[in-house]
Structure formats: structure tokens, C-alpha cells
């Protein structure tokens, strides 16, 4: 049995019997007595089949293309280990996140090097490793690399990420392609060009390829296709100074459903727009085909995470609002209180119960911004009960903190009926176990 928010939560989802809502075959019911909640659940079936989608999608129309999952929208052993089995490579953007990729074994190889200010300590576990490519971001990180290189007896293949002054209609926070942003170096200034040409010249780089990023989350497609031309035409001029344009990538940002009626377009449509654009501007401008890099990270995990919430306290005001309380917040899910992020809920043990009253959705942590959903039509709550929030596995456990001292929640994978365990929830030791006191 479906219901109307289908859409934005994972593939397998479902009406089980009791009127619960179902995830990869368990029981949301089930699942919250076993491991309780807050809980995030990733569906592995959703999980592999966007990973495919992906590569099917892209490979199909531009077959020189990899897909880079950008970790930072959550990344753990398992889920590293599953997306790479799915054929996708991983981007990192911290020593930790690296450290993570490789204790799950991904290659060194297929990982890539992010970030704005890397430390020499990150570029230099970097290139021990054996990375496949530090994305470079800057003057400073250009001279240090290349030391670094030089005095590890190495040639370190890199990408540069250019900022092309294109908005792509997101929130103010999350837009990273434009000129006020500290990512990216700008070709407008002229530092793209400067940059360029110090990394051909650096003896211990090889730069093998370009990089921009335009911001997340990216409902339109046109912001990808100028932005392709724009930059290829910008390169160009290079061709001659001896940029060789092995690899080309116009990063990630691809969207996803958090609204039943804010959908975004198919994996497909990002693919035709992304790959015709890059095959008609290398053709119009005489490069060869590169190999293409795409950074999915939030249409991979996003839709595969739901997190689970038991109600508690209910507080109404006559005539201005009812706060429904959850046992999570903004310590597992800071996108409401900082992006304004809006999602859709249900309630999890009652999934055919008609709407009749609009209420909010708070957090337990203080703070008033803690809210999770403001004004949203749904039964009569009352203690006790499960509400689910769907698209939640994007940029929620990876933010999450332990403000006011709650532990992290845990994280379970479902398929085929059966729930396991890939992150366990913190303990009151945990929060104790960094502390020094001799
Ligand atoms: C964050 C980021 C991505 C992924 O963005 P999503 O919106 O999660 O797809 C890709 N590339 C770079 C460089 C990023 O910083």
C-alpha cells in the first residue's frame, strides 16, 4: 500500500499491516523498540539503485564519466563501502573524512580532495596515501602542494576549482559558484587565470583538469549548461599555454524531493543537460572529450534516510500555534534552523489517519529556532506517538552535534526485512570520553 508522500521517502516504503509505515521491509515500529529513537534509517535498495541511476544515466550519454559521491553529506564504513561496491569514487573534504574512505577500504585512488583551506597536515596525509587528486583551491594551497610534492620525490595529479560568477537559485548558504563566495578561485578577478598558470608551472603538479561547483540544492537545470560554457570557453585560451584538459568537472548540487509538491527533475535530465553542454562546447572550442567527474552527494543519501522521532510534550497556544515536541532537534537535523530547510512528516504508527490540525514540529534542545517542521497539517498527536520525517539522510547525521550534551542518534541500514546496525547511539561515557581531568 502507497500513500501520498511516497515520492520523497525511500523506494521501499510502504503500509505494513497495523497501519505502520514500513522501510525496506521492517516494521518503523519494529525498528524504534529495538533501537529506539531518535533513529535514522537508510534504505539499502534506494541506496543502490540512485547510486546506478547515476552511473547508467551519465555513462549512458557521456561514457567517459565517473561519479564521485561527496561524503560530506554523510558518510560511514558501511554506507563507503556499499557506494563504492555501486562503482562510484569518493570526495572528501577533511583529513577525517579521508581517514574514514580508507578505512573502508575505497582505494586511494578514487578518492578526491576537496576544501578551501586544507591544512598541510590534510595535504600531507594526502599525498602518503596515494590520493587520486587534490582539487586545489587556492594561491597558498598551490605553493604548499607543490613543496610538499617536491619533497616527497612525487607528482601530484590536481584539479583546480574555479569560480565561474554563476547563481544557481539556492539559499544564501549553500550557493558556492558566485563572486562573493570564499570557494572557488574566481575568474572574474583574473585569480582563475593566475592560478592556472602557476600550476602548469609547478614542477611537482600535474594539473590534469578543472572543477567548479555551483551550490546545492539545484532545482534548475540551466545554471549547469551556462556554466559548462562558460567555463570551457574561459579555458580555452589556455589550450595554447599548454593546459591539457583530461578531466572536467561541473561538481554536484543535484536536488531532491523534501516537498510532496517541490520535486526536483530526474537524474536523467541533469545527465542530458550536463553531458550535451560539455560535448558541444569541447567541440565548439577544439578540446577532446574529457573525462567527466560528477559529485553527487545529497541525491544519493537523501531520499534513503528517514529519521524517526518519538512525540512528547505537546504545548498549545489558543490562536497561535500547537508545539508538538520530538525527542531529536537540531542536534540531529540543523538544516531547518540554518538553511530554513522545510520537510513533509507523518506519523509513523497511524499512516491513514486524516490530517486535522496544523501544528509544529519542535526539537528538544533550547533554543526557540529549534523547530523541525513549522505548520504542517496532520492528526491529532498525542505522546507516544512516532513521527517520521522523510529526505533525511542528507546533511542531517553528518551536521548533527551534541549541543545540550544529547547523544548522537544511532543509524540502522534496512533491506528485506531486516534492520542492521551501522552506527551505534552514543552514550553519556561518549560525551564524557574526550574530556581531561587529571
Ligand atoms: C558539497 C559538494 C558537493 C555535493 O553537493 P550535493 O548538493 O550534496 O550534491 C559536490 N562537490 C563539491 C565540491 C562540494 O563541496
Known amino acids: 500500500m502507497t500513500f501520498d508522500t511516497a515520492e520523497i521517502f525511500p523506494i521501499t516504503a510502504g503500509i505494513g499491516p497495523g497501519d505502520h509505515l514500513t522501510l525496506g521491509g521492517c516494521d518503523a515500529t519494529d525498528l524504534v523498540a529495538e533501537f529506539g529513537t531518535p533513529l535514522y534509517v537508510f534504505d539499502e535498495d534506494t541506496l ?8 547508467r544515466e551519465f555513462g549512458s550519454r557521456y561514457p567517459s564519466t565517473k561519479v564521485l559521491y561527496a561524503s560530506k553529506a554523510y558518510i560511514g564504513l558501511a554506507l563507503a563501502r556499499l557506494l563504492h561496491e555501486e562503482g562510484l569514487g569518493l ?17 586511494a585512488e578514487d578518492i578526491y580532495f576537496h576544501g578551501n583551506n586544507k591544512s598541510p597536515a590534510e595535504l600531507e596525509m594526502a599525498l602518503n596515501r596515494g590520493i587520486g587528486r587534490v582539487v586545489v583551491d587556492g594561491f597558498l594551497e598551490i605553493e604548499m602542494l607543490d613543496a610538499l610534492a617536491g619533497a616527497c620525490g612525487m607528482t601530484q595529479d590536481i ?8 547563481d544557481p537559485h539556492t539559499h544564501a548558504k549553500t550557493t558556492t559558484g558566485i563572486l562573493d563566495s570564499k570557494f572557488g578561485l574566481s575568474i572574474e578577478t583574473g585569480d582563475a587565470t593566475t592560478a592556472i598558470r602557476q600550476a602548469i608551472a609547478a614542477p611537482n ?11 546545492s540544492p539545484i532545482f534548475e537545470l540551466e545554471p549547469y549548461s551556462i556554466a559548462i560554457d562558460t567555463v570551457l570557453t574561459f579555458l580555452s585560451q589556455f589550450i595554447s599555454e599548454g593546459l591539457d584538459l583530461r578531466e572536467f568537472s561541473p561538481g554536484g548540487g543535484f536536488a531532491i524531493g523534501y516537498l510532496r509538491d517541490e520535486l526536483p527533475p530526474a537524474v536523467g535530465s541533469y545527465a542530458e543537460v550536463i553531458a550535451n553542454a560539455t560535448k558541444a562546447s569541447c567541440a565548439r572550442l577544439g578540446f577532446g572529450e574529457p573525462l567527466l567527474t560528477v559529485e553527487p552527494g545529497r541525491s544519493i543519501v537523501g531520499r534513503a ?44 504508527n497511524r499512516m491513514s489517519d486524516a490530517p486535522a490540525e496544523t501544528v ?32 533525511s539522510g542528507a546533511y542531517a547525521p553528518s551536521m548533527a552535534s551534541n549541543y545540550n550534551l544529547n547523544p548522537r542518534p544511532a543509524i540502522i541500514m534496512v533491506k528485506d526485512g531486516v534492520p542492521r546496525l551501522i552506527r551505534r547511539r552514543e552514550s553519556y561515557e561518549d560525551l564524557m570520553a574526550w574530556d581531561v581531568d587529571d
Open 205 to 215: 603538479l600535474d594539473l590534469v583538469g578543472i572543477h567548479f561547483h555551483l551550490g
Open 360 to 391: 509544529t514540529l519542535a526539537g528538544k534542545y533550547c533554543e526557540s529556532g529549534d523547530i523541525l517542521v513549522k505548520d504542517i497539517a496532520l492528526p491529532v498527536l498525542q505522546a507516544g506517538d512516532l513521527v517520521a520525517i522523510p529526505a
Open 91 to 107: 570526495d572528501v573534504v577533511s583529513g577525517g573524512e579521508l581517514a574514514m574512505a580508507l578505512a573502508a577500504g575505497i582505494p
Open 48 to 55: 543502490r539503485a540512485v547510486s546506478s541511476e547515476f552511473v
Open 305 to 348: 534516510g528517514v529519521a524517526l522521532y518519538t512525540v512528547g510534550a505537546i504545548k498549545n497556544i489558543p490562536t497561535v500555534r500547537t508545539y508538538v515536541s520530538l525527542d531529536g532537534g537540531m542536534g540531529d537535523n540543523i538544516r531547518p534552523a540554518l538553511y530554513d530547510s522545510r520537510y513533509e512528516a507523518v506519523v509513523a
Open 159 to 166: 584539479l583546480l576549482r574555479v569560480s565561474p560568477g554563476i
